[in-house]
């Protein structure tokens, strides 16, 4: 009894597992296999193993030939004929006496006792089987069947053929079920964690995987589980970060104030301290400032206003606002033709992202360079290029310059202030707006940030 509950159990436990079901699929084909096999043996046992149309046709004419002998009685010249025949043969009364009167040999003489009829089955092994052709009076002509027109030659190689294209097709048409019935849960966690990677942590596949194979089952299981863990930690992190910097705003105002009201009782002296201290609070006004931004945008939280704008008009005034706070050996360009289509964006994000591209080159590409803001139609986009030729960016930290808080060491550092947010902001920006972002190397050298915007079509 303790035998059979365990039985039960275990049976119970693994009948869902996807052990259980790849070895119930993989029996059904080999017996699959295995009776199709044995159907085609028979198949070609009837369709081959009979004496071939030819060799019938012969035996055929042969039995005309031996009646016109009988027909002129002359035994020694139906000897002769019997002898001429490429077919050991002979013509016997129904008594099976030899009429030619020919010597008959013994082995011949007992395969008597198994003669078949020109339309019987042949074995499926070489041999000489005796065929017998009904003639008149009773008569037949004995026909010794030659081994090398046996069809049983060729029926080992028409068999192995078959024993492979049987396999071949039920492995096949097995594979492509298995695939799809492997593939479904499969595709649907491909899609759940490529939709996780960006950014949407409502995605769950828990009911879609159902239970049909309990290892997906539970493997859908503890991909929600880990969903709703991402998100809530990522939760937990936004708000902190959202929270820490609308706190620290108020303390910076305040600040802001007690600088203000303390700079009418310092001395002149003293000034240049209270200059320092205010452009920290500002430096550090502006972080929060950045830090709240980007966590709009990375939070999904900003909705975009997007409508036809015209790139011309924004790029000119950011390059003349720009003309103001670029150092004193740097020129600023604005190449962009007048008649580009318009794009689809939001004004705010747009002016946000072509400011901070154009501060970003005027503090990183050096005290004597050129930076220049184009345009062009490419496809489905208008691109707008922000080149400057200063150093540019070694290739390995190409790719993570979009990464919130990056630095290059040999770019950036504290002189050059920067808060390590404006190329993130840039991405995620042109994120909500659809659009795309690249950065690359100019040659002999200078950094090239690419915005594509979609066109308004």
């Known amino acids: 009894m303790v035998n059979l509950q365990a039985i039960n159990t275990f049976s119970r436990h693994h009948k869902g597992s996807l052990a259980y079901r790849l070895f119930s699929y993989f029996a059904v084909i080999l017996l699959l296999i295995l009776g199709a096999q044995n159907a085609a043996e028979h198949a070609l046992v009837k369709t081959l193993l009979q004496v071939p149309t030819k060799v019938q046709k012969e035996m055929l004419d042969l039995a005309i030939q031996a009646e016109v002998m009988l027909g002129e009685g002359d035994m020694d010249e139906l000897a002769d004929w019997e002898k001429a025949q490429d077919y050991y043969l002979f013509v016997l009364d129904k008594d099976r006496n030899v009429l030619s009167g020919r010597k008959m040999h013994p082995h011949f003489e007992f395969k008597l006792n198994f003669i078949r009829k020109l339309d ?30 046996h069809p049983a030659h060729q029926f080992r190689y028409y068999f192995a053929i078959s024993q492979v294209v049987i396999a ?112 920290e609070s500002e430096e550090m006004n502006d972080l929060v400032s950045e830090i709240l931004e980007f966590s709009r945008l990375e939070n999904a939280s900003y909705a975009p206003e997007l409508v036809p704008l015209q790139l011309e008009t924004l790029c000119s005034l950011h390059t ?97 202030g920067g808060t390590g947010l404006g190329l993130a902001i840039v991405k995620e920006a042109m994120i909500v707006m659809n659009g795309k972002v690249k950065a690359e190397n100019c040659q002999p050298s200078g950094l090239r940030i690419t915005l594509s915007f979609p066109a308004y079509r």
């Open 320 to 416: 003349l606002e720009s003309q103001y706070g670029k150092g004193d050996g740097q020129t600023i360009l604005c190449q962009v033709p007048k008649g580009l289509p318009l794009v689809m964006a939001d004004n705010r994000l747009t002016s946000r992202v072509i400011k901070n591209l154009l501060s970003n080159a005027m503090k990183y590409a050096g005290e004597k360079a050129t930076i220049t803001i184009s345009a062009y139609e490419f496809g489905e986009y208008i691109n707008v290029e922000v080149t400057d030729n200063g150093r540019g960016i070694p290739k390995q930290h190409l790719k993570h310059i979009f990464n919130a808080f990056t630095r290059i060491e040999e770019a950036r550092d504290k002189k050059s």
């Open 120 to 149: 019987s089955i042949l074995d499926s092994q070489v041999n000489q089987p005796i065929i017998a052709v009904p003639l008149n009076n009773q008569n037949q002509l004995v026909i010794q069947f030659p081994h090398e027109k």
């Open 168 to 279: 071949v097709l039920i492995l096949t048409v097995f594979s492509w079920l298995l695939a799809r019935y492997l593939q479904k849960p499969l595709t649907q966690l491909q899609e759940a964690s490529r939709r996780l990677a960006e950014g949407d942590f409502s995605v769950r596949v828990g009911n879609e995987v159902g239970d049909g194979v309990r290892e997906f089952s539970e493997l859908a299981k503890d991909f929600d589980h880990m969903t709703q863990r991402i998100y809530d930690l990522a939760e937990k992190q936004r708000r902190l970060i959202r929270d820490v910097s609308h706190e620290l705003k108020t303390p910076l105002a305040r600040h802001s104030l007690a600088l203000h009201l303390l700079r009418r009782h310092l001395t002149e002296d003293q000034q240049a301290m209270a200059d320092k201290l205010e452009r």
